[in-house]
T-cell receptor, first 113, second 115 residues
Framework: EPEVTQTPSHQVTQMGQEVILRCVPI?????FYWYRQILGQKVEFLVS????????KSEIFDDQFSVERPDGSNFTLKIRSTKLEDSAMYFC???????????FGSGTRLTVV | KQEVTQIPAALSVPEGENLVLNCSFT??????LQWFRQDPGKGLTSLLL?????REQTSGRLNASLDKSSGRSTLYIAASQPGDSATYLC??????????????FGQGTILTVHP
């Protein structure tokens, strides 16, 4: 089963600052996803990325968010100007098989102060 | 818009009990349904995946069923152990013409198994 590493595991940032969250799968994937989970709430879909393009995004994924595949092996989620309400766990996920199963990373806990 | 609901929100049982967690979804046009386990402050671990054409899947002490027409799934845990304590999440895979659709999650059931 593919593994996914997310860095950092925890980041504290001041409101208005930019943050970049990273996701590194153990092998190359064309698809990846970002989800977030605000404390005590549901895991929510943010964006799906296929072959270097956004294939679907939720209403949460506004102009403050962007995703990239900077060097072909890792994926990033950037929040340009963080708000208090961006505090959450952010997970990346990759498909692990053609049955539609997914492997999730261990997450980045973002705290905006 | 797909909505996924899980009941109960929390469950506390003594060790050894068999238990059932419930998941319901509003749109039956799904690709699959998955159950995940989440430990506090940790990521999501996939437990079972049921394709939309399947009725159930089993792994060890876990059995998940799917009734797509009624929009329901259950996760059955046999002979519960304290190590089973975690949050269990149900997630429905979008039937958007590809197996790699987004997931819609329920809010989870917090399970506590006490010795």
């Amino acid at each position: 089963e593919p593994e996914v590493t997310q860095t950092p595991s925890h980041q504290v940032t001041q409101m208005g600052q930019e943050v970049i969250l990273r996701c590194v799968p153990i092998s190359n994937h064309l698809y990846f996803y970002w989800y977030r989970q605000i404390l005590g709430q549901k895991v929510e879909f943010l964006v799906s990325f296929y072959n270097n393009e956004i294939s679907e995004k939720s209403e949460i994924f506004d102009d403050q968010f962007s995703v990239e595949r900077p060097d072909g092996s890792n994926f990033t989620l950037k929040i340009r100007s963080t708000k208090l309400e961006d505090s959450a766990m952010y997970f990346c996920a990759i498909p692990r098989d053609r049955a539609g199963g997914y492997t999730f990373g261990s997450g980045t806990r973002l705290t905006v102060v | 818009k797909q909505e996924v609901t899980q009941i109960p929100a929390a469950l506390s049982v003594p060790e050894g009990e068999n238990l059932v967690l419930n998941c319901s979804f509003t749109d039956s046009a799904i690709y699959n349904l998955q159950w995940f386990r989440q430990d506090p402050g940790k990521g999501l671990t996939s437990l079972l995946l049921i394709q939309s054409s399947q009725r159930e899947q089993t792994s060890g002490r876990l059995n998940a069923s799917l009734d797509k027409s009624s929009g329901r799934s259950t996760l059955y845990i046999a002979a519960s152990q304290p190590g089973d304590s975690a949050t269990y999440l149900c997630a429905v895979g979008n039937a958007g013409g590809t197996s790699y659709g987004k997931l819609t999650f329920g809010q989870g059931t917090i399970l506590t198994v006490h010795p």
